[in-house]
């Protein structure tokens, strides 16, 4: 089968060469479906120090069409991390993944000789805090300042993220989020939509139940802008997020 990575560039590629797939009209997009995005990132790690990670992250989306004109309004399933040290490993629990309810994003779609572009001007959310602005205003950095949200209801600060330094230390750290994202891509059919990410990611760690784990991590997108992706494909009735979550790699060609 070919990955996703490949079949994204190439459909891409074709797209410049050729257009697209001729749909030669703007198709309905009405409906729910399932998207994957591919966050690949150098991280810097306290007590591990620099690793290569990227992060799944998988999301229902329901889209309401208007013309050229989608909103579409997300519903997280699942994100799952993998990190190329075997000393450190991230847990995005399920409570975080389901407390998290962002505000519809728009997109619009283009007729250009006969490729369907798909483009998602930067949209921004805020994990853990509200802020007067989710753009420009700084991170809170204590928890006990007024902005900080407990949102996944878990009675701590922020957002709580499952640890494991070393084998052995497992811990948990309250942490605010940041994540910018800006999506162009091709509609290859009225059933699949691809093309790349531009992202950009903030995090504070407010509390930790390890002291060894205050320090923010740091890191920054991997430099290969090739390898930052998303696809798109029309939800069948039976995948909900419990079906996907055994699925996803399968159905998004990433085995």
């Not at 878990?154 to 494991?164: E, L, R, S, W």
């Amino acid at each position: 089968m070919v990955n996703l990575r490949s079949r994204v560039l190439l459909g891409l590629l074709l797209a410049v060469l050729v257009g697209s797939s001729a749909l030669g009209a703007i198709p309905d997009l009405n409906g729910t479906w399932v998207m994957v995005q591919v966050y690949p990132r150098i991280a810097v790690l306290p007590l591990v120090g620099e690793s290569s990670q990227t992060s799944y992250v998988v999301q229902r989306v329901s889209i309401e069409q208007d013309d050229d004109l989608l909103t579409m309004t997300d519903s997280y399933c699942f994100t799952v991390i993998e990190d190329t040290s075997l000393l450190a490993t991230t847990e995005i629990p399920a409570a975080f993944m389901a407390a998290l309810r962002p505000a519809p994003r728009e997109a619009t779609l283009s007729d250009q000789d006969g490729e369907i572009t798909f483009i998602q001007q930067r949209y921004t959310e805020v994990r853990g805090a509200t802020l007067d602005d989710d753009v420009t205003d700084k991170l809170p950095i204590e928890p006990d300042d007024s902005r900080v949200l407990d949102q996944d209801e878990d009675g701590f600060p922020g957002m709580t993220v499952n640890v494991n330094i070393l084998g052995f230390i497992e811990a948990q750290i309250y942490v605010i989020q940041r994540v910018k994202y800006a999506l162009s891509g091709i509609v290859i059919s009225s059933d699949r939509i691809e093309g790349v990410i531009e992202w950009s990611d903030e995090q504070v760690v407010l509390a930790a139940t390890n002291p060894l784990l205050m320090a923010d991590s740091t890191g920054y997108p991997d430099p290969d802008p090739s390898r930052h992706i998303f696809a798109m494909i029309r939800a069948q009735e039976a995948w909900t997020c419990e079906w996907i979550a055994e699925h996803w790699r399968e159905v998004f060609g990433l085995e």
